[in-house]
């Protein structure tokens, strides 16, 4: 139970003793229950019973003033828990979904000694970063909502705390919230109180079941099924890729991109976010040849004031939709955040109704979707007006590119080849980007992605570029694809692929793929068997056979015939067909 790490001149090892297990109690304002919110539906919907999901359990650092002791946290956790109503919640499944509300919650404070030694806030990173692990290798079952570790040094004071919440509790702005009350509290035992009712996810279930919510519920749910009809099976389809299992993250952490951002955020009066996202946009454009790019993010979905300082799961997936084109980067900024805005506008939705509705557009485009967000920014910002006025000079920021550094490191699989996340952009921008497969999406595939958005960053920092200089920046090739690649519904499909898919999915019949007959895109012929007889069977067998293959989609159009010809591979050499159709 030990880790090395540098902390400042010195090598220090960290080593956890476990002393003590707190049970904290806290009673709030009242036990009830009701329905369950739309952000709680939504995580309910991914998160099942039995689910060691990643994200099932958010672990973090909660920050500690120095000289805290113990006894101080377990009266600031213990506020918490009394103040927000979702940290004494548990959930009730089935087709009545409900949240119980309990009237006193109480959850495990584990206490861990550093043992003897000078221990201060200049440790506290590295014995976090243990304590977390620590944590995460502790399993109780009993513990569904909050758990809390502290280590402490010889005298017993508090060098860093960390949390485990159920992600059915909180989002990860639930959790900013959090840490702010957290450190406040800690810092001043005077604001060590309850305080004012707040709105809780109780209320927040009453208000969505209001006709004006519903309206807007129904209104979020006609968009997103809107741009699910345009959003391609896998945006990074690189041919002659195979999976091979192991999943890595590579972090670009780069102070130079850092103050370009900045400068790109004060010409084009946008958030800093969305500079990252445009360049990200651009990048993929680049090098996949999509004119518009249709994807999975995520909102916060914390827009109106009563919602600001709320604890509860309201954060749900969204799907933007960016059309590069043939914009200047600026332009392309500014179509970024309206985009993004226009998603979040979109973004608080019934979950139920969702999924209904993608099923029957799997079924409708011959294809499954990924779900996990291709990009998810976890800085907490919009225009603001901190970055007016900024200016770096283009030999400093050059100069600072000496600093840029890319990290790999093995992470947990997760359910999408390819993922961006935005985690810090002051004083420098943290990139993190997530293969599931490195055989899908190699490292320096990953690599290159990052090093590229640098790259535009950068060059974007002096002045607007125009659509061809924002190609050029990036310094990419487009990818090279074969005749057997077709652009076919929003996405790019490997013919080759496909073929496979039908060999697997019809036989005994005999099954040829083409990327057009007659103006019509992907179309199968096949021989007729007891199995298959209609469009709509041929239909349902290669769908069921479809969901692991990522650049694939089911044929548009299905040609059943009495037998096959000499040379199946001649679409004209095929007899009259028996029936024809989509299946759909």
């Given at each position: 139970m030990s880790t090395s790490t540098d902390t400042g001149q010195r090598r220090r090892r960290v080593r956890l003793t476990p002393v003590?297990?707190?049970?904290?109690?806290?009673?709030?304002?009242?036990?009830?229950?009701?329905?369950?919110?739309?952000?709680?539906?939504?995580t309910m919907q991914w998160l099942r019973p039995d689910d060691d999901h990643i994200a099932a359990v958010l672990r973090v650092e909660l920050p500690v003033p120095d000289g805290r002791s113990v006894a101080d946290v377990v009266e600031t956790a213990a506020v918490l828990v009394a103040r927000h109503e979702s940290l004494?919640?548990?959930?009730?499944?089935g087709e009545d979904p409900r949240q119980v509300v309990s009237a006193t919650g109480e959850f495990t404070l584990h206490v861990c000694s550093l043992g003897e030694g000078a221990w201060g806030p200049r440790d506290r990173t590295a014995v976090a970063v243990r304590l977390l692990a620590w944590l995460q290798e502790r399993r109780d079952t009993a513990a569904t909502t909050l758990r809390m570790a502290v280590a402490t040094d010889e005298h017993g004071v508090v060098i860093a705390c960390v949390a485990g919440f159920s992600h059915m509790a909180v989002d990860f702005g639930s959790i900013e919230v959090l840490k702010r009350e957290f450190a406040?509290?800690?810092?001043?035992?005077?604001?060590?109180?309850?305080?004012?009712?707040?709105?809780?996810?109780?209320?927040?279930?009453?208000?969505?079941?209001?006709?004006?919510?519903r309206r807007r519920t129904r209104a979020a749910n006609d968009y997103v099924r809107e741009l699910a009809r345009r959003q391609p099976r896998y945006l990074l389809a690189l041919p002659g890729t195979r999976p091979s299992g192991e999943s890595l993250a590579v972090e670009l952490s780069s102070p130079a991109a850092a103050m370009a951002v900045r400068q790109v955020a004060a010409r084009t009066r946008s958030s800093?976010?969305?500079?990252?996202?445009?360049?990200?946009c651009a990048v993929l454009a680049r090098r996949t040849g999509y004119r518009e790019l249709v994807f999975p993010s995520l909102s916060s979905n914390r827009f109106e004031r009563h919602l600001v300082d709320f604890v509860g799961s309201l954060a749900q997936g969204n799907l933007v939709a960016v059309e590069v084109g043939d914009r200047g980067f600026d332009a392309l900024v500014k179509h970024t955040w309206a985009a993004v805005l226009e998603a979040s506008r979109?973004?608080?939705?019934?979950g139920v109704e969702r999924a209904a509705s993608d099923e029957r557009t799997q079924h409708e485009r011959g294809m499954h979707f990924l779900y996990d967000p291709l990009f998810n920014s976890l800085v907490p910002e919009s225009w603001s007006g901190v970055t007016a006025g900024v200016r770096h000079r283009p030999e400093e920021i050059t100069a600072a590119l000496r600093q840029t550094e890319l990290r790999g490191r093995p992470v947990p699989h997760n359910g999408t080849p390819l993922r961006f996340g935005l985690n810090e952009v002051d004083g420098r921008v943290r990139l993190d980007l997530w293969s599931s497969d490195t055989g899908l999406v190699p490292r320096a595939e990953m690599e290159s992605l990052l090093l590229a958005v640098e790259r535009l960053l950068v060059g974007a920092a002096a002045g607007d570029l125009d659509a061809s200089r924002t190609r050029e920046a990036t310094g990419l090739e487009p990818i090279t694809r074969t005749p057997d690649w077709v652009l076919v519904d929003s996405c790019w499909v490997d013919l080759v692929e496909v073929q496979h898919l039908l060999d697997e999915a019809l036989a005994p019949a005999t099954a040829r793929v083409f990327g057009s007959v007659d103006g019509r895109d992907l179309v199968a012929y096949l021989t007729a068997t007891d199995a298959v007889r209609t469009p709509e069977q041929a239909h349902a067998r290669c769908l069921a056979a479809l969901p692991d293959r990522l650049n694939v989609l089911t044929p548009r159009h299905y040609v059943l015939c009495p037998t096959a010809p000499a040379d199946p591979a001649d679409p004209a050499a095929w007899p009259a067909p028996l029936i024809s159709g989509t299946g759909r």
């Open positions: 003590d297990a707190i049970q904290v109690r806290a009673t709030g304002s009242r036990a009830a229950e009701g329905p369950v919110t739309l952000g709680q539906l939504n004494r919640t548990t959930y009730v499944r406040g509290m800690l810092a001043h035992p005077d604001r060590r109180q309850v305080g004012e009712p707040r709105h809780q996810p109780l209320d927040q279930a009453e208000l969505e079941a209001t006709p004006v919510e800093r976010s969305s500079v990252v996202l445009a360049a990200t979109h973004a608080r939705y019934d």
